[in-house]
């Protein structure tokens, strides 16, 4: 079967560093999402990898390993708006999209 | 065009009841997806288009669910005799199709609850 781990919930501080960790067995593979969803919004867009290495946009980066089947996602410089659920979603063979349950990631003061 | 836009945005409903949402994609958007979403979940693939051809379903969907997308453009869900689990945020996306690298652009979501 296809799967999509992330963990349910993680906690950081304002300011800090978080990495959110993403693994996936799937059958084949092209890409990997990751998504921002604030509570009662849809998801939005925020990284896209398709080959090994680190993507950098901004405060946020992206990773992907796709020997080990891991990718994780790091924010930077926390602020109180990154309080959301963070979404892994890997393309798989037929092109369709297979979703983590979701990362809640609380930020406090 | 400023995104995808669904509506309406809450529905509330009795049990038994049939509900339909509608979803306008991005115009130049030949992809249409629909999604279900629950508390705590990433979303649950129900449908999908390519221009007017609904090109898979979820083979979990039940047959009280049936969408459309009859000229290529908007979409609707509609759910017939809602049962309570039907309550969940249903959400419209879509992406422009060849070439593209499968970034999904979302609605803002339908809020169902069926008493």
């Known amino acids: 079967g296809q799967n999509i781990d992330q963990p349910t919930e993680m906690t950081a501080t304002e300011g800090a560093i978080v990495q959110i960790n993403c693994t996936y067995q799937?059958?084949?593979?092209?890409?990997l999402f990751w998504y921002q969803q604030h509570a009662g919004e849809a998801p939005t867009f925020l990284s896209y990898n398709v080959l090994d290495g680190l993507e950098e946009k901004g405060r946020f980066s992206s990773f992907l390993s796709r020997s080990k089947g891991y990718s994780y996602l790091l924010l930077k410089e926390l602020q109180m708006k990154d309080s959301a659920s963070y979404l892994c979603?890997?393309?798989?063979?037929?092109?369709?999209?297979?979703w983590g349950a979701g990362t809640k990631l609380i930020i406090k003061p | 065009d400023t995104g995808v836009s669904q509506n309406p945005r809450h529905k509330i409903t009795k049990r038994g009841q049939n509900v339909t949402f509608r979803c306008d994609p991005i115009s130049e958007h030949n992809r249409l997806y629909w999604y279900r979403q629950t508390l705590g979940q990433g979303p649950e693939f129900l449908t999908y288009?390519?221009?007017?051809?609904?090109?898979?379903k979820s083979r979990l969907l039940s047959d009280r669910f049936s969408a459309e997308r009859p000229k290529g453009s908007f979409s609707t869900l509609e759910i017939q005799r809602t049962e309570q689990g039907d309550s969940a945020m249903y959400l419209c996306?879509?992406?422009?199709?060849?070439?593209?690298?499968?970034?999904?652009?979302f609605g803002e979501g339908s809020r169902l609850t069926v008493l």
């Open positions: 996306a879509s992406s422009p199709g060849q070439g593209d690298t499968g970034e999904l652009f």
């Open positions: 799937t059958s084949g593979f092209n890409g």
């Open positions: 979603a890997v393309v798989d063979s037929n092109y369709q999209l297979i």
């Open positions: 288009f390519q221009n007017e051809a609904q090109l898979e």
